[in-house]
């Protein structure tokens, strides 16, 4: 608990109590310790009654729960991370069909998205490079190390492209690996064998 002391802010809080009541939410009033006859009384008070209290020294505080708070601040993060990841695939070669499966979106959404973020004319000038051989070898001696290095599919491809072939579409950059190393859900070994990755939860 933590005090309110800016008057306006609290002359709010205590008006927001009022509509409160005014709408019939007595219930969770309830349970906070007001009694029925206490929130009538209130109700019936004019606004200037509320601007004197709050000039008397009513003190008002508010409730926030640091864990809480951090676990809506991870989630909204997390979010964010999720929708920068799907735009930079969209943008950078990825075909709506692939986005699609490792969002566990529907394609529709997905070419809705791409509608909204850039026009195809615009995404097509910026991923027409090809994969040259030395591309194709970067992205294969690269690929072991980060591949492990992540927890999802998504973050090893979109690893991959921006550190070592971002020039190249990622659809591009998908083939590659999947002709190396046979899947590109697949985290090598030192023995050039793989083994299948956890599926990427979607993030809402």
Not at 109 to 130: C, V
């Amino acid at each position: 608990m933590f005090p309110i002391n800016d008057p306006v802010l609290r002359l709010a809080i205590l008006g927001y109590l009022i509509r409160c009541i005014d709408a019939g939410e007595f219930q969770t009033l309830v349970e906070a310790g007001f009694a029925p006859g206490q929130l009538e009384v209130l109700r019936q008070r004019p606004a200037s009654d509320l601007s004197h209290m709050i000039d008397m020294g009513l003190p008002i505080k508010v409730h926030i729960d640091p864990a809480q708070l951090q676990a809506v601040a991870e989630r909204f993060d997390a979010t964010l991370r999720h929708v920068t990841l799907m735009d930079y695939f969209l943008l950078n070669g990825a075909c709506p069909d692939l986005v699609a499966t490792l969002w566990r979106r529907s394609s529709a959404e997905i070419r809705e998205r791409l509608a909204l973020i850039l026009d195809a004319q615009s995404r097509r000038s910026r991923t027409n490079a090809r994969p040259t051989e030395a591309d194709c070898e970067r992205i294969r001696v690269a690929w072991p190390a980060i591949a492990g290095g992540y927890e999802n599919t998504v973050e090893r491809l979109f690893a991959i492209h921006h550190q070592e072939v971002a020039h190249l579409r990622i659809d591009d950059v998908c083939r590659v690996i999947d002709e190396a190393y046979g899947s590109f859900h697949v985290v090598p070994d030192a023995g050039g064998n793989g083994h299948p990755s956890p599926p990427m939860q979607a993030r809402q």
